[in-house]
């Protein structure tokens, strides 16, 4: 019929989900909004349930879910619609429906997209309750992932907290999302191929090894749902499948490893940066996807950067280096003081740099790793990428920001960024490995030179 995509998701999916621990049940079809009593029975027997959801997202499917679990007999709350124009995922929000599940024991239906999602999850989490959400956008891989993201004490922050038992996603719905909510998506996904390089990196040097279910997870795929970015731009119900597929994955793989990694290296360190400058464009701060977006294309530009010009000569020059190039924790937290000295991140930004500063002789040991296995890392990182104009190309054709300025980040501003998103998180990634050869300069500053990639 022309709509087998959707059986391939689901058996992908339903493997995926052997492996995980929260969730327990995923639905992706079209006209699914129709199942959601019977869903929700299966997962929840004899509970009532709750509505929570956003204006928009109330109307889009909010209402119909709520009438819908009438109908299948489920006992229903007065739905809880947040009226927060422009609305993000904070604390404040948190606070607000709290008290509404203390005052029930009904299981949340979130109905919405990250921000909805994130805020139920974390608020059923608090009064100690599973939940399930009814996805409206395909705009970020938070579904199926357990950690919230919400602004706190003017940082956004990943709180721990299950993911849902159940999700349901209605592909009409989601067919109908503004264009740039699935491009948001598409970006957060396509980052999933220099966070798989990333991952390489750290997997070699030991600090996080690579789980193979989870890897497998979500870059198997991952060609795959991100071969139609004009279908995901015009709607094309095929290619939006995919990408809802692929977020979802993601999310499931976060739950397999225990960890973010999965889904997230270098360019989400940009993403996490902006967000905690409190940057805006045109009033409002731009989507994760899309900041994750401009990452990508960065971590991707120099990671070509780095297979052009390295090889295993450059790590034996590195070795020999280290005597004159080691930046001592002395340096590197002074460095911290005047980049975040002024800024909620500082304590968040010393701690993770303190956990991955390692000595002259450990630098030494991962300095040798990588020249030992240079040729086969060289292949496998190749293998891993995508050249940077492609991925730039790709982005830009599912209608998502492919340049730092389309979210109002100059040139300059970007150069920094790689800096300061080096010394965000532990997390090792390509900016790291550029650090610990002692090559920032050599490598980093060309791509904003003339003929540079950011030129
Ligand atoms: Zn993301």
Not at 162 to 171: K, S, Y
Not at 248 to 274: D, P, V, Y
Not at 325 to 335: A, C, V, Y
Request: a negative charge.
């Amino acid at each position: 019929m022309g709509s087998d995509f959707y059986a391939e998701t689901a058996a992908r999916v339903e493997k995926a989900l052997r492996y995980c621990d929260d969730t327990k049940k995923v639905v992706v079809g079209e006209g699914t909004l129709g199942q959601v009593g019977d869903f929700f029975k299966e997962l929840f027997p004899g509970k009532r349930a709750i509505v929570v959801a956003d204006v928009t997202t109330f109307g889009l499917a909010g209402d119909r879910v709520g009438q819908e679990l009438a109908a299948a007999g489920v006992s229903v709350d007065e739905p809880y619609i947040y009226d927060e124009p422009g609305m993000h995922a904070e604390m404040r929000l948190v606070d607000m429906l709290k008290p509404r599940l203390e005052g029930t024991d009904a299981i949340a239906v979130a109905v919405g997209s990250g921000t909805v999602n994130d805020l139920c999850k974390y608020s059923s989490s608090l009064v100690e309750r599973p939940y399930m959400v009814v996805g409206t956008a395909a705009s970020m891989d938070g579904y199926a992932s357990f950690g919230a993201s919400i602004e706190y004490n003017e940082c956004k922050q990943t709180f721990s907290c299950p993911a849902p038992r159940g999700i349901l996603i209605d592909m009409d719905v989601v067919c109908k999302a503004p264009v740039k909510m699935n491009a948001a998506g598409f970006a957060d996904l396509i980052a999933k191929i220099p966070a798989g390089a990333d991952w390489i990196l750290a997997d070699l040097i030991g600090t996080e090894p690579i789980d193979e279910i989870a890897w497998s997870l979500v870059q198997d795929s991952l060609r795959d749902w991100v071969s139609n970015p004009e279908g995901v731009a015009s709607g094309d119900r095929k290619a939006l499948t995919f990408l809802m597929e692929g977020l979802i994955m993601s999310g499931l793989a976060m739950q397999k490893a225990k960890t973010s990694r999965t889904a997230s290296g270098a360019e989400h360190q940009f993403s996490h940066l902006w967000d905690n400058q409190h940057h805006k464009f045109n009033g409002e701060a731009p989507s994760h996807g899309f900041k994750v977006g401009v990452g990508t294309v960065s971590t991707s530009a120099l990671y070509e950067r780095i297979l052009a010009n390295w090889t295993e000569g450059t790590f034996d020059a590195a070795i020999a280096a280290i005597p004159r190039n080691f930046r001592t924790w002395e340096t590197i937290e002074k460095e911290l003081e005047e980049n975040f000295g002024s800024s909620g991140l500082y304590e968040t930004v010393k701690r993770e740099c303190r956990k991955k500063f390692v000595e002259p002789s450990e630098l030494e040991r991962r300095l040798k790793l990588f020249r030992d296995n240079w040729s086969e890392l060289k292949k496998r990182l190749s293998a891993q990428l995508m050249p940077a104009k492609e991925i730039q190309g790709i982005i830009a054709a599912a209608k998502a920001p492919s340049t730092p300025e389309e979210i109002g980040i100059e040139r300059a501003r970007l150069q920094k960024s790689y800096a300061l998103a080096q010394q965000l998180r532990y997390r090792y990634n390509c900016l790291d490995w550029t650090r610990d050869l002692g090559l920032w300069e050599e490598t980093v500053t060309p791509l904003f030179q003339p003929g540079g990639f950011w030129g």
